[in-house]
């Protein structure tokens, strides 16, 4: 017995694996969250996909948004509203830093980038480096796959009528709309939020983050960055030209916002989020639509007519529509911002409801 217990005290205490967890696109952000871990050899990292379609695709500091030889990739992972998926990375024995990007067009450009034992910051290395050097690649991500001379156009959107009965703050109403396959039904948000897009980050021809998902009741708030740029409504169908409907009303349209270089405070922009209709939308600035310049509200990731097929579409498109009215022109920035502005859209097609907004876009102040 007392050689037993000897044996027992002196063994070593042995090492058990941890399980770290990663959000991959919370929120319909382009996002890992954490955006960095440490780790040891033997640790799992449980990587947990949200709404949309992304990617944990193993890359290199010096090019983060290719894709390494014969590193770790999950492919792309669609997950549709309400409902997760997850892939599983096991931490090798070389524990130096690991870098990883979302393949999603547009994604690792906009800084959806993931690090495993990055240096500290302040070291070249770091997280905060590699994150810049993914966000300077450009608008679409270097690792993504090059659009074709010519692509295949998806299958028009496919619209259905529908009801539903919904609870809004202390009412009840049964509303009809129009529905688009894989859409979620129009249950408003319990606490409505803003959603903030950054126009021309960086001086990039990028909308960031470029896809959402949001909830009836939220606003989208779009912030210009310098340069001048627009925020204009278009189809998914015709990517670079303003949309009208079926009876001839306009889609939202920012106008042109110039911001100068030097500039510290930025123009605005606000939607409110009245259905959960996909939005599609462009900078109407010549050659910035066809340059990927786009972005989506509530696009279907798990269908064909999806962001990264929308954005494709813009770079093949060839047009150089420029029909966005507003303050300012195309060309460089002049003049001061035209300030701060916002707008109540009805967002969506054929859209009939007793609980939301009125048809009629209104200003809000």
């Given at each position: 017995?007392?050689?037993?217990?000897?044996?027992?005290?002196?063994?070593?205490?042995?090492?058990?694996?941890?399980?770290?967890?990663?959000?991959?696109?919370?929120?319909?952000?382009?996002?890992?969250?954490?955006?960095?871990?440490?780790?040891?050899?033997?640790?799992?990292?449980?990587?947990?996909?949200?709404?949309?379609?992304?990617?944990?695709?193993?890359?290199?500091?010096?090019?983060?948004?290719?894709?390494?030889?014969?590193?770790?990739?999950?492919?792309?992972?669609?997950?549709?509203?309400?409902?997760?998926?997850?892939?599983?990375?096991?931490?090798?024995?070389?524990?130096?830093?690991?870098?990883?990007?979302?393949?999603?067009?547009?994604?690792?450009?906009?800084?959806?980038?993931?690090?495993?034992?990055?240096?500290?910051?302040?070291?070249?290395?770091?997280?905060?480096?590699?994150?810049?050097?993914?966000?300077?690649?450009?608008?679409?991500?270097?690792?993504?796959?090059?659009?074709?001379?010519?692509?295949?156009?998806?299958?028009?959107?496919?619209?259905?009528?529908?009801?539903?009965?919904?609870?809004?703050?202390?009412?009840?109403?049964?509303?009809?709309?129009?529905?688009?396959?894989?859409?979620?039904?129009?249950?408003?948000?319990?606490?409505?939020?803003?959603?903030?897009?950054?126009?021309?980050?960086?001086?990039?021809f990028v909308y960031s983050p470029a896809n959402i998902s949001a909830s009836i009741g939220d606003t989208v708030t779009f912030e210009f960055k310098p340069k001048n740029h627009t925020v204009t409504q278009s189809s998914f169908l015709t990517p670079c030209t303003k949309l009208k409907d079926a009876s001839g009303n306009p889609g939202f349209a920012s106008g042109f916002k110039p911001v100068g270089a030097s500039d510290t405070t930025f123009p605005t922009f606000q939607i409110k989020i009245n259905d959960t209709a996909p939005i599609w939308g462009y900078c109407g600035q010549p050659g910035h639509c066809q340059a990927g310049m786009v972005f989506s509200i509530n696009a279907v990731e798990s269908g064909p007519n999806n962001f990264a097929a929308f954005q494709q579409l813009a770079i093949n498109s060839g047009s150089t529509n420029t029909t966005s009215t507003g303050s300012g022109s195309p060309g460089s920035p002049s003049g001061s911002p035209s300030g701060n502005s916002a707008l109540t859209a009805r967002i969506g097609y054929g859209f009939t409801t007793l609980f939301i907004l009125a048809a009629s876009c209104a200003l809000i102040f």
């Open positions: 017995m007392r050689s037993s217990t000897f044996s027992f005290l002196l063994a070593a205490p042995l090492a058990l694996a941890a399980t770290i967890d990663v959000s991959v696109g919370p929120n319909g952000n382009f996002v890992y969250q954490p955006e960095s871990v440490i780790a040891q050899a033997g640790d799992t990292i449980n990587f947990t996909f949200n709404p949309k379609n992304h990617t944990v695709t193993q890359s290199s500091f010096d090019t983060p948004c290719s894709g390494l030889d014969g590193g770790f990739k999950t492919g792309f992972i669609p997950v549709g509203t309400g409902s997760t998926d997850s892939r599983q990375f096991t931490v090798p024995a070389s524990t130096g830093p690991l870098w990883f990007y979302c393949g999603q067009v547009g994604h690792c450009a906009a800084g959806m980038v993931f690090a495993i034992n990055a240096p500290a910051e302040g070291d070249p290395k770091s997280f905060s480096a590699f994150k810049a050097r993914a966000q300077s690649s450009g608008g679409v991500a270097s690792g993504a796959s090059s659009p074709p001379a010519t692509i295949t156009t998806p299958p028009a959107p496919h619209w259905v009528s529908a009801t539903a009965t919904v609870t809004w703050q202390s009412s009840t109403y049964t509303t009809t709309y129009t529905s688009y396959d894989g859409t979620p039904p129009p249950t408003p948000a319990a606490q409505p939020m803003d959603h903030k897009i950054t126009v021309g980050d960086n001086g990039k």
